[in-house]
Structure formats: structure tokens, C-alpha cells
């Protein structure tokens, strides 16, 4: 059976873009053991309409609060342009297109969404804007875009929000450890490295052989 990390974020969360480094720390931990992580995609929100300015006054008290947390940079003079649709659909089922790939490139490309929508100030709900955050990441673009636009991405991107909703799990980030089919919560929301890492350490010990 199978020992694994489950990593269930959107690239559109602040307080997933504040885990980063903190996860990415945690995966090498895991790694070092020879357990691995998956990425599984959340769902956030699925907008329809722009935000108003309440909403993104709201939204951006949130960033500060993940900077003050994670001291994760973010940009704050323009990183909610008036008229964006925080439609955080695109930016997940790029992930699984990615995934479908190659799931290293996956873990380069959610790194590239993060950075080009809370530092960069750039409208990652934009399929031309994933394509190129794709090719920097190493994926070849005519490829990406058609995997990005298939129906099975598209059915599997629901699926992977599903199942995180099936688990109850509604917050981001979720980070989960398995092993012979049973599920351990690490943590469900924001905490630093130095917190996770001890847990993390104590199920390896128990779930791996040294």
C-alpha cells in the first residue's frame, strides 16, 4: 500500500501562497524518507462576476495578513485591479493539465501562478497567461493548451474539487499524510515550519521504516 503526502491548496489562496515555502520544506522532509507528495487542487471559488471594492478590500486585508504571518511578499498597489473575476477555476485545472504531464512540473507551474498573481499583479484567470506560466515551466505550450482545454481536464479538475469536499476539508491549505489507505490530518490552514516539520517527523517515524 501506498505512504504518501496529500497537498490539497488552490494557487489562488493567499494563505496557500504563505505555506509555500513551508510545505515545499516539509515535501523534502518527506522526500528524505522516500515518501512522496501529491498535489491536489481545491476548488477556492468560482467566481462569475468582478469583485466589487468591498471585495477587494476584503481580499487584500486578507494578503496582509499573510504577509504579517508568512512574510511572503505580495503586491499590494495593484494586485486587485478593478474589474477581476476571482475565478479560481482556470488556475487549478491548469495544475491537473500539468499534473496530467508531468507532477514535477506541476509543483514548478503552481510556484509560477503564485508568484505571477500575488507579487506580479498578473490576471492568472487568463487561459493565454497559464499558457505562458506553462512554458516556463517547462511544458511544451501547444500541448499544455490542449490538455488545458479537454473535457477529461476539466471532469478530472471537478473531481479533485470534489474529493476534497467529500473529506470536508474547507480551507486551504490542507495538508494530509496517508499511509495503507488511512488519512492523517498534518494541519488544515496556515502554520509555520517549525511547528509541522515535529509532527511530520513523528508519522514518518511511525508510518516509514527508518
Known sequence: MSTRLIYVMDP???WCWGFAPVVQ??????QARGVGTDLVVGGLRQERIAMDQAARERTASY???????????FNFATGLPEGLVYDTEPACRSL???RDLDT????????????????????????SVLV????????????FADRFDSQAVRDTTAEDFEWARNLGIAGFPTLLAEHNGQLALLTNGYQPLDVLAPLLDRWLDHNVDA
Open 132 to 143: 505562458e506560466l506553462a512554458e516556463a515551466a517547462g511544458i511544451q505550450p501547444k500541448a
Open 12 to 14: 489562488m489562496c493567499s
Open 25 to 30: 520544506a516539509l515535501s523534502e522532509q518527506a
Open 63 to 73: 494578503w496582509h495578513a499573510v504577509h504579517e504571518a508568512s512574510g511572503q511578499p
Open 96 to 98: 491537473v493539465a500539468a
Open 104 to 127: 514535477t512540473v506541476a509543483w514548478k507551474l503552481a510556484a509560477l501562478i503564485q508568484r505571477a498573481f500575488y507579487v506580479e499583479g498578473r490576471d492568472v484567470t487568463l487561459p
